[in-house]
Nanobody, 124 residues
Framework: QVQLVESGGGLVQAGGSLRLSCAAS????????RGWFRQAPGKEGGLVAG????????LYADSVKGRFTISKDNAKNTVYLQMNSLKPEDTAVYYC?????????????????WGQGTQVTVSS
């Protein structure tokens, strides 16, 4: 079992920044990659950013490239999502998830552990 706990969400004005954290515990060795997803009411959710735990490879959704940065701290078993130049359309619940393989990083059905989510609200 892997437990994921997100933190760092909140309310921010457009153009502002937030940093989300995802702390993992348990049998994390089975999870090669981590992803940040988001879901807003009435909108299609999806992968925002992903990172491979071993090699540090990253990928981003086109909508956040250049604004968001995913990173990790191996010693703390924590993944971060630095979000800059936030826009109202970034408003959503953000979820951290663990995937056993970098090769399936884009496949939501391949993620086997999920956090509880953290709300991000960007006001205009």
């Amino acid at each position: 079992q892997v437990q994921l706990v997100e933190s760092g969400g909140g309310l921010v004005q457009a153009g502002g920044s937030l940093r989300l954290s995802c702390a993992a515990s348990g049998r994390t060795a089975s999870s090669d990659s981590r992803g940040w997803f988001r879901q807003a009411p009435g909108k299609e959710g999806g992968l925002v950013a992903g990172i491979s735990w071993g090699g540090g490879k990253t990928l981003y959704a086109d909508s956040v490239k250049g604004r968001f940065t995913i990173s990790k701290d191996n010693a703390k078993n924590t993944v971060y999502l630095q979000m800059n130049s936030l826009k109202p359309e970034d408003t959503a619940v953000y979820y951290c998830a663990a995937n056993p393989s970098w090769g399936s990083i884009r496949r939501i059905d391949e993620y086997d552990y999920w956090g509880q989510g953290t709300q991000v609200t960007v006001s205009s």
